[in-house]
Antibody
Framework: QVQLMQSGAEVKKPGASVRVSCRAS????????INWVRQAPGQGLEWMGW????????KSAQTFLDRVTMTSDSSTGTAYLELRSLRSDDTAIYFC???????????????WGQGTLVTVSS | DIVMTQSPPSLAVSLGDRATVNCKSS????????????IAWYQQKPGQPPKLLIS???ARESGVPDRFSGSGSGTDFTLTISSLQAEDVAVYYC?????????FGPGTTVHIK
């Protein structure tokens, strides 16, 4: 069955970097697109960007343009999100999500990872 | 960027009654190439990731109860729960996937009156 398994919780100090992984199984990673969405405590969902499992092309939201890097390893079916220069307001649950196959260049997310809590605190 | 708004922020409904959540996009998300509206609805329960309920504004995902329905076109959309059940208590988000960034609405919390 389709699964997205994310790495464990992280605690980081302000200014540090964090890398979250998302390992896919049960589907062909190289034909999929993985999106990253975060959710601050008690808040809504914030779209961060997407990466193609086919060629590694990525696009991030303008808000994160200079601090985020999304990469993928098709040999292991894993997507990675790196966020640099962490601030306290980066404290959030970070989700990866798979775009479904809806016959369009962009599709809604039919499977989600369990989420990774990143806490930024001095 | 397309801004998504939702109303109301919170909604209290009696069991068995109808719940209606509204979503508005700052520009049309209707694509004339396929006559589709690029709107999805998600349900999120505490401690869980969101769950896709509806895509293309009105297409219910497999396994989603038929008491959930979506409607609307252009910039105005609605999620309706025809007869609220206890397990429907959750936060509901709309999202557009028309063009990046694929922004979400702020969410509507549905609870039992």
């Amino acid at each position: 069955q389709v699964q997205l398994m994310q790495s464990g919780a992280e605690v980081k100090k302000p200014g540090a970097s964090v890398r979250v992984s998302c390992r896919a199984s049960g589907f062909t990673f190289s034909t999929s697109t993985i999106n990253w969405v975060r959710q601050a405590p008690g808040q809504g969902l914030e779209w961060m960007g997407w990466i193609s499992g086919y060629n590694g092309f990525a696009k991030s939201a303008q808000t994160f343009l200079d601090r985020v890097t999304m990469t993928s390893d098709s040999s292991t079916g894993t997507a990675y999100l790196e966020l640099r220069s962490l601030r306290s307001d980066d404290t959030a649950i970070y989700f990866c999500a798979r775009e479904g196959d809806c016959g369009s260049p962009s599709c809604p997310y039919d499977y989600w990872g369990q989420g990774t809590l990143v806490t930024v605190s001095s | 960027d397309i801004v998504m708004t939702q109303s109301p922020p919170s909604l209290a409904v009696s069991l068995g009654d109808r719940a209606t959540v509204n979503c508005k996009s700052s520009q049309s998300v209707f694509h004339s190439s396929n006559n589709k509206n690029y709107i999805a609805w998600y349900q999120q329960k505490p401690g869980q990731p969101p769950k896709l309920l509806i895509s293309w504004a009105s297409a219910r995902e497999s396994g989603v109860p038929d008491r959930f329905s979506g409607s609307g076109s252009g910039t105005d959309f609605t999620l309706t729960i025809s007869s609220l059940q206890a397990e429907d208590v959750a936060v509901y988000y709309c999202q557009h996937y028309y063009i990046a960034p694929f922004t979400f609405g702020p969410g509507t919390t549905v609870h039992i009156k």
